[in-house]
């Protein structure tokens, strides 16, 4: 947010890109490896440890900023703001809420920055937000052999995929206060997503539990559903004591407490409908950068993010509660050539699910009693190449 100073500041603090000159692209993607760990305690006594099916999700960037005059410059961004991948085998104990998930939003962010006087910077943005949910759970059935008597029928899978566009706002300030000290602040409006598609199921079959509203007619049909995503305030202070050395503390707010429900609807008549009431968020972190050659930099940063998951209503979409990170990476360049290079670790803090009300996990048809998410984290790899024109 303060140093603002290469083409991704578009993604973060665009006011900062008033700091370029000419013409500058950057362009490359993020690798992220995720783990998730869980430890059930099942209603016959016994215990299951589990890990979600390691998947490497590659997603893109790239950034091009131009200089118009003295005062005036332009941007165009495609950043990936939010997502959520992981997926379990058909038949685990949590499978009648979730078996998989993948939740991805690309967005491209035309953005205009004006340089009002030598300190002060401002930006503005439009995100416009592609998103695509996939999410599938096995849905339970009873027959009925007698009256008032029912057995155990084969699950039968449920598959919903969606997509969506949305519209939001990007605002920046930059203020270069000294050669020393630069402040920045970003905000970054709600995205609301009306996610419609498909509610496709493996198998049809007679379901007791259907008829008594209990869960959908495996019937094929139309889904739909709103996301909403939040809306973030940002703010980082960089401090340059050398020309090769700058240090930068930061905090993001993030409002999830709008996120207070999931609510999904099949057009064959069922509605899913769960609490979740997050809580807000902050984020604070703190970086270093140091260049000890023309060509080459070297980097470091660390955070830590408040829970925000509500354990009263946990599901296994974000089995996490609370994250904290470190990063190092490096830079080289050559004539107008740049080299950007990087590595993090997430560690996420266990979630509780021996209170939780969602359906599917403390239900009549669940095997689950209670239980937690255990060693849940990321590796994330990054690698951008950008030009100067």
């Known amino acids: 947010m303060g140093r603002a100073d290469d083409p991704s500041a578009i993604a973060y603090n665009a006011a900062g890109i008033t700091q370029l000159p000419g013409t500058q692209v950057m362009a490359g993607f993020v690798a992220i490896a995720p783990r998730n760990n869980l430890e059930l305690d099942l209603k016959d006594g016994s215990h299951a440890s589990l890990t979600s099916r390691s998947h490497i999700w590659s997603t893109p960037h790239a950034y091009l900023t131009h200089q118009l005059n003295d005062r005036f410059w332009l941007g165009l961004g495609l950043v990936s703001r939010f997502g959520l991948d992981h997926e379990f085998t058909d038949d685990w104990a949590g499978r009648y809420n979730m078996t998989d998930i993948n939740f991805k939003t690309f967005s491209l962010v035309p953005t205009v920055a004006m340089k009002v006087n030598d300190v002060l910077s401002l930006s503005a943005g439009v995100e416009i937000m592609y998103a695509r949910f996939n999410m599938g759970r096995q849905i339970p059935s009873y027959q009925s052999i007698d009256p008032g008597q029912m057995k155990k029928g084969p699950d039968s899978k449920m598959t919903l995929d969606g997509t969506d566009w949305g519209v939001g706002a990007h605002l920046g300030l930059h203020l270069r206060m000294t050669d020393e000290l630069s402040l920045g602040f970003a905000y970054k409006s709600p995205v609301v997503l009306h996610i419609g598609g498909t509610a496709d199921f493996s198998r049809r079959h007679e379901n007791m539990l259907a008829e008594m509203g ?176």
Not at 247 to 276: A, C, H, M, P
Not at 338 to 352: K, M, P, S
């Open 214 to 389: 209990e869960v959908p007619h495996t019937i094929n049909t139309h889904m739909h559903g709103t996301v909403r995503l939040p809306d973030s305030f940002a703010m980082g202070l960089a401090y340059r004591p050398l020309d090769n050395l700058n240090f930068e503390v930061g905090t993001v707010f993030t409002r999830w407490s709008t996120y207070d429900s999931q609510n999904i609807s099949l057009d064959s008549g069922f509605q899913y409908g769960e609490r979740k009431n997050w809580h807000d968020g902050w984020n604070f972190n703190a970086s270093v950068e140091y260049d000890p050659l023309d060509w080459l930099a070297l980097r470091a940063g660390v955070w830590y993010e408040t829970p925000v998951t509500n354990e009263a209503h946990a599901d296994f979409m974000v089995p996490s509660h609370g994250r904290t990170g470190v990063s190092v990476g490096t830079g080289f360049q050559w004539d107008n050539w740049r080299l950007d290079v990087a590595y993090a670790h997430i560690w996420e803090r266990g979630l509780d699910y021996s209170e939780t009300d969602v359906t599917g996990i403390r239900s009549s048809v669940s095997n689950i009693i209670s239980g937690n998410s255990r060693n849940t984290g990321a590796d994330i790899y990054s690698v951008s190449i950008g030009y100067t024109f």
